[in-house]
Structures are given as C-alpha cells and as structure tokens.
C-alpha cells in the first residue's frame, strides 16, 4: 500500500513555471513506477509524463521541451517541473503509481487527490 500527495498546484500567468511534488509513504516507493495525469473540466483525464523505477521516462507530445519528470528516491517524491505554461495546461494534476520491475505500465494502482493548477492569459 502508498498513499501519494501532490502538492505544489496554484494560479500561475501563462509563460510561468510551477513544480508539483509527489510525495509517497512506504519504503517501497523506488520501486514503483510513477506518472502524472491531468483532468480539465469537461475532459477526459489525460496522460502527462511517467517515470520508471530505473529512470526511464516519457512524456505527452503537448508537454515534450517544457515538462520535466524527475524522482528523488531518497526523498520518496516524484517532481513535475512546468515551464512556459499555458491556459491550455489547466487542469487538475493527479500522481499515480504502481510497482513494476522495469518499464512503465498501461495502469497505475494508486492515486492522489490531485492538485489544481490555473494558468490565465
């Protein structure tokens, strides 16, 4: 079992920057794959960037040179730094995971409550 939290959401002006953390309990957490999501109202969820337990990561084509992805393992925390923000970005960023020896899964197992992130014009 982990819980996640993220953190680090707010109202930011569109070319702002903003780093979400996630941050896990359980020791166990460098072994799980993580990825963040993202909902805006009236859409469907849709994927953001993932990392591997090992370092491997990918990303959404919308985000690609402006998202970055990053774990701190002895931290238990996963970051999602965002650069040159848009209005388009806004939405609700949720963490997820899920322990997998190598590679990224199709799933995650478990969620956080989300953190809101707006970005004006």
């Known amino acids: 079992q982990v819980h996640l939290r993220e953190s680090g959401g707010g109202l930011v002006q569109a070319g702002g920057s903003l780093r979400l953390s996630c941050a896990a309990s359980?020791?166990?957490?460098?072994?799980?794959?993580v990825g963040w999501f993202r909902q805006a109202p009236g859409k469907e969820r849709e994927f953001v960037a993932a990392i591997s337990r090992n370092g491997g990561i990918r990303s959404a084509e919308s985000v690609k040179g402006r998202f970055t992805i990053s774990r701190d393992k002895s931290e238990n925390t996963v970051y999602l730094q965002m650069s040159s923000l848009k209005p388009e970005d806004t939405a609700v960023y949720y963490c997820?995971?899920?322990?997998?020896?190598?590679?990224?899964?199709?799933?995650?197992?478990?969620w956080g409550q989300g953190t809101q992130v707006t970005v004006s014009s």
């Open positions: 359980g020791r166990t957490f460098r072994t799980y794959a």
């Open positions: 997820a995971a899920k322990s997998i020896p190598y590679g990224l899964p199709a799933e995650y197992d478990y």
